[in-house]
């Protein structure tokens, strides 16, 4: 395949898109919705940089600071951040502050990777221990916000506060482990409430009822991506991790399509009317898969087989037209509830009913850094 239709892919999107109107975040787009702080264009920031560091091209660095840059002001605050809302999610995009502050050296990247952590040490928790995924959600622990909140937290322990919260974000690791997998399946369910009173939950367990792709594949590479920022003093905590890795990657592969080499939008229903491969979560665990792979977490044939799944991706969804490249299959989004939304009720019937977009960030930034990664393999 000839990959360099990507280099071109990402261009396109740098050069169609303002600080103030992403060409990728589709919500933000659909719904008129102010520039704000979000997940969604950190997910963008974090893949760029990625790009970045693979190529050593500055326009990329250049791109990402002159992004950033309009949302953080001289103080550290955050353009459209509320602390108050402790939402994990809004957690993510602070993951490329600790370059930036290392690359530009610009005192309010670190003054605004303080006011995120702040969040950190506010965040509500269950009763088990796990960051509330949002204060509108109390007692809920979503996949997601593996991802959201523990990379940046590590990332936080590791270059500022010489790992002494490491336990913590292992812990919460494991307990989603212990909660949310399915052990015969080898999947975990989208969603915990540790209370057991939110409408979408059993009544026995507080589990959601489906395998969503995108909240596992955000939950694998939050693992693969913490495990690489821990420090060289926390052998132990990193061997916790890569033994969950290794088992969430192994019980994943069974569920590759063989027809399309993709995973489909609710895992274990290959097939099912109105079920279809899915390209964000794909992306995901195929990055993880590659990642893993060449770090030495997992069996060096997962290369291979994260290799696979991307090709697939890239026959499946990325297409050209006119001379415009353009990547479709992706979820535009998916939740649990909140009770004014019935209807996000973790079943099959609604996660197919989602819409599903072209150029989302949630899909072509995991899509961008699973391309790191095949770039690494080609060398």
């Given at each position: 395949m000839d990959y360099t239709i990507i280099d071109r892919y990402i261009d396109r999107l740098i050069n169609d898109?303002?600080?103030?109107?992403?060409?990728?975040?589709?919500?933000?787009?659909?719904?008129?919705?102010?520039p704000g702080w979000n997940y969604i264009d950190g997910c963008m920031m974090t893949s760029l940089y990625a790009i970045y560091k693979q190529t050593g091209d500055k326009k990329y660095l250049n791109f990402i600071d002159g992004f950033v840059d309009y949302y953080v002001f001289e103080d550290g605050s955050i353009r459209g951040y509320e602390l108050e809302t402790y939402n994990v999610d809004n957690l993510n995009e602070g993951r490329v502050l600790?370059?930036?502050?290392?690359?530009?050296?610009?005192?309010?990247?670190?003054?605004?990777?303080?006011?995120?952590?702040?969040?950190?040490?506010?965040?509500?928790?269950?009763?088990?221990?796990?960051?509330?995924?949002?204060?509108?959600?109390?007692?809920q622990v979503w996949l997601d916000g593996l991802y959201m909140a523990q990379v940046f937290y590590v990332r936080?322990?590791?270059?500022?506060?010489?790992?002494?919260?490491?336990a913590d974000i292992?812990?919460?690791?494991?307990?989603?482990?212990?909660?949310?997998?399915?052990?015969?399946k080898k999947l975990y369910y989208h969603g915990w409430d540790y209370s057991k009173e939110a409408f979408w939950a059993d009544k026995e367990t507080g589990l959601s009822k489906s395998f969503w792709l995108r909240a596992i594949g955000w939950y694998t590479v939050g693992l693969v991506d913490a495990i690489g920022y821990f420090g060289k003093n926390a052998p132990n905590?990193?061997?916790e991790l890569i033994t969950l890795f290794r088992k969430t990657i192994a019980g994943l592969e069974s569920y590759i399509d063989p027809e399309t080499q993709m995973f489909w939008q609710v895992v274990d229903q290959i097939g099912r009317e109105g079920n279809y491969p899915e390209t964000?979560?794909?992306?995901?665990?195929?990055?993880?898969?590659?990642?893993?792979?060449?770090?030495?977490?997992?069996?060096?044939?997962?290369?291979?087989?994260?290799?696979?799944?991307?090709?697939?991706i890239c026959k499946q969804y990325l297409t050209e037209t006119d001379g415009t490249l353009n990547l479709g299959g992706i979820c535009l989004m998916a939740g649990l509830g909140p009770e004014d939304k019935p209807h996000r009720n973790g079943t099959f019937e609604y996660y197919i009913s989602e819409p599903v977009v072209e150029n989302d960030a949630k899909g072509t930034g995991p899509f961008v850094m699973a391309y790191t990664e095949i770039k690494r393999l080609k060398k």
């Open positions: 898109t303002t600080p103030d109107a992403p060409v990728w975040n589709i919500e933000n787009l659909q719904h008129g919705k102010k600790f370059d930036l502050y290392r690359e530009t050296g610009k005192e309010k990247y670190k003054k605004a990777i303080d006011l995120l952590h702040r969040q950190i040490i506010g965040q509500p928790r269950t009763g088990k221990g796990n960051f509330w995924h949002k204060k509108i959600y109390p007692n936080y322990e590791t270059e500022f506060n010489r790992g002494i919260n490491y292992v812990f919460q690791f494991k307990n989603v482990y212990e909660n949310m997998y399915d052990k015969e905590f990193k061997t964000s979560g794909s992306a995901m665990i195929a990055y993880a898969m590659m990642k893993g792979a060449r770090l030495g977490y997992v069996e060096k044939r997962f290369a291979k087989v994260g290799e696979e799944v991307f090709n697939g």
